[in-house]
T-cell receptor, first 114, second 113 residues
Framework: DQQVKQNSPSLSVQEGRISILNCDYTNSMFDYFLWYKKYPAEGPTFLISISSIKDKNEDGRFTVFLNKSAKHLSLHIVPSQPGDSAVYFCAASARGGGADGLTFGKGTHLIIQP | ETGVTQSPTHLIKTRGQQVTLRCSSQSGHNTVSWYQQALGQGPQFIFQYYREEENGRGNFPPRFSGLQFPNYSSELNVNALELDDSALYLC????????????FGQGTRLTVV
């Protein structure tokens, strides 16, 4: 039973355009959400997070939106750059950082085309 | 900052054997978590150690065990290896309850044959 779902295994976007990565979750107890970025042969790197008390968080080119009623979050990257090509994981926590660990989606491979 | 380092980077084991994976945590971080990432999947939480004690565990059998040492480095031990244990094993260090500060190592690729 997958509690965090990323339904697009891959996404191709032209350089300079907006990249939108989507994530859905089923567990109502999740109260903290994170996006990680992973390059080949490296560990995941934290990108941006959002608490369930907010609906938007912005950090430079990256914005995460949370729609609690739809149990959906999205990551917007504007403008997309070649270095953004990587696998992006959506992750969630049920205790805002407690000892239950993070629940990850399967990832979306973002490819930025020149 | 020294970063999170894991060793070895790759290894091959035979079914039924035992394996130990090692992780040196980010300087100042006293919490270590281990994750298993199977091919085509996202990382799955195995367990977390804080102050040398396990304080959280995912849905993994007891043959997955761990240790945390006074210097906050950590080991993951897997007994009676099965073919399905083949995966990338990731270690992450953080301050307790602060996932935004979680730093992942590059992982250990374990292949069980």
């Amino acid at each position: 039973d997958q509690q965090v779902k990323q339904n697009s295994p891959s996404l191709s976007v032209q350089e300079g355009r907006i990249s939108i990565l989507n994530c859905d979750y089923t567990n109502s107890m999740f109260d903290y959400f994170l996006w990680y970025k992973k390059y080949p042969a490296e560990g995941p790197t934290f990108l941006i997070s959002i608490s369930s008390i907010k609906d938007k968080n912005e950090d430079g080119r990256f914005t995460v939106f949370l729609n609690k009623s739809a149990k959906h979050l999205s990551l917007h990257i504007v403008p997309s750059q070649p270095g953004d090509s990587a696998v992006y994981f959506c992750a969630a926590s049920a205790r805002g950082g407690g000892a239950d660990g993070l629940t990850f989606g399967k990832g979306t491979h973002l490819i930025i085309q020149p | 900052e020294t970063g999170v380092t894991q060793s070895p980077t790759h290894l091959i084991k035979t079914r039924g054997q035992q394996v130990t994976l090692r992780c040196s945590s980010q300087s100042g971080h006293n919490t270590v978590s281990w994750y298993q990432q199977a091919l085509g999947q996202g990382p799955q939480f195995i367990f977390q150690y804080y102050r040398e004690e396990e304080n959280g565990r995912g849905n993994f059998p007891p043959r997955f065990s761990g240790l945390q040492f006074p210097n906050y480095s950590s080991e993951l031990n897997v007994n009676a290896l099965e073919l399905d244990d083949s995966a990338l094993y990731l270690c992450a260090s953080s301050y307790p309850g602060t996932f935004t500060e979680a730093f992942f190592g590059q992982g250990t690729r374990l292949t069980v044959v």
